[in-house]
Each structure stands twice: as C-alpha cells, then as structure tokens.
C-alpha cells in the first residue's frame, strides 16, 4: 500500500510570503490530519478532517493558516502570511479504523527568514 | 485538558543495555496509549499500542503496559541496539477524537 504523500520537502520563505503544502493520505482512508512539529517538541495538532468536513480546528490560527480537503481525497494547508515562529515540520497523517492508528508522511521542513 | 509527558532525554545508552522511557498522562474518559517511532530521516511509525487497561503492546522487542491506576505506559526494551537510536513520542487518543503527543524523547545507542 502506498503511503502518505507530502510536497514539498522543503520551502524557504520570507516572512509575509504565503506557501502551501500538499497532501495525498492513504487511499481508503476517511480522517486526515494536518500536525505543525517545532523544533524539540512533539506533534500539535492544526486541523483534522472526517471525508471533507472539519472535525477540529482548534488550535488552528485562523487568522493566517487555511485548509482544505476536497472530494475526501487530498488537502491543502496554506500559511498567508508567514510569521517567522510558523518554522516548523508541517505533517500530514491519514487513519482508518478507531482507534485511530495514525499514518504519516515525511512532512514538509518549512523556513521563515 | 488531555496531556501526555514524557521523561526529558536525550538518554544515552551502551548497546545491550536495559531501557525505560517514561510516560504518564492526564484523560477523562478511557484514553487509547500509543508509542511511535520517528529513526532519522523518516516519517513518525507506529510502534505498539493498548487500548483499555492492563493491555501490554509489543513489537521489535519493545513493551509497554497500559496501567490505569498510575496513569502510565512506560515503553521498555531489554536490550537495546544501535539500531534502536530515534526520537520516542508517547500519545493518547481519546473519544474527543484528538490524539496528543508528548514532546519526544531522543535515544542514542553507543556501540
């Protein structure tokens, strides 16, 4: 079975720019999640989505980060604009089943100058 | 709220020795407890779970048992291999949906 799917791998930006990080989960898999890793601490996490609707978002910023997940399938996580603390590993998981074991991609290592 | 904490590392440890990395949570309800796996490089893995009280899940030699009345699930290892070197994350799912991860803790093993 393929993998959890993320691009890019790596994204230096200025702050004030915007990225976006794309995610393909698991085929099959109905819950993904969208986990922001600083530096020397463990996973928070940013949004999670059941098929295409928001189960939790709450400790999304709002203000700045956006996400999708069309069709069920594949999601967007976009930052408008950067702030130099959004330096982090952006992680994408997908899961199946309750409890939930949690499938993860190899992130997205983004750089705020 | 929910927590998860794990015992500061980094640990360093000779090859063959004995290992126990520390967790404790806090959950109302009757959480699911997890350890993954993040060896350089790659993504975070799924190394065992427990999913109700007095559960011990194991794999590639590691165990850890769900004890309700300490709130605990301390991973263990009784001999440990260069191999073994990665970044520990204990976790805890519960029927809020949410899984929550504790800071990590970096194991090196010394040949």
């Known amino acids: 079975e393929a993998g959890v799917a993320q691009s890019p791998r790596y994204k230096i930006i200025e702050k004030r720019q915007s990225v976006a990080f794309w995610c393909n989960p698991i085929?099959?898999?109905?819950?993904l999640y969208w986990y922001q890793q600083i530096l020397g601490q463990g996973p928070k996490l940013l949004i999670q989505?059941?098929?295409?609707?928001?189960?939790?978002d709450s400790q999304l910023p709002k203000d700045r980060f956006s996400a999708e997940r069309l069709k069920g399938v594949d999601s967007t996580l976009k930052i408008q604009p950067a702030k130099l603390e959004d330096s982090a590993v952006y992680l994408c998981?997908?899961?199946?089943?309750?409890?939930?074991?949690?499938?993860f991609g190899n992130g997205t290592r983004l750089t705020v100058t | 709220g929910d927590s998860v904490t794990q015992m500061e590392g980094p640990v360093t440890l000779s090859e063959e020795a004995f290992l126990t990395i520390n967790c404790t949570y806090t959950?109302?309800?009757?959480?699911?407890l997890f350890w993954y796996v993040q060896y350089p490089g790659e993504g975070l893995q799924l190394l065992l779970k427990?999913?109700?009280?007095?559960d011990k899940g194991s794999n590639k030699g590691f165990e850890a048992t769900y004890r309700k009345e300490t709130t605990s699930f301390h991973l263990e290892k009784g001999s440990v291999q260069v191999s073994d070197s990665a970044v520990y994350f204990c976790?805890?799912?519960?029927?809020?949906?949410?899984?929550?991860f504790g800071a990590g803790t970096r194991l090196f093993v010394k040949a």
């Open positions: 427990a999913t109700k009280a007095d």
């Open positions: 976790a805890l799912h519960t029927g809020g949906f949410k899984t929550i």
């Open positions: 085929s099959g898999h109905a819950t």
């Open positions: 998981a997908s899961s199946a089943y309750d409890p939930p074991v949690l499938h």
């Open positions: 989505f059941q098929n295409n609707g928001v189960v939790d």
């Open positions: 959950a109302t309800g009757y959480p699911s």
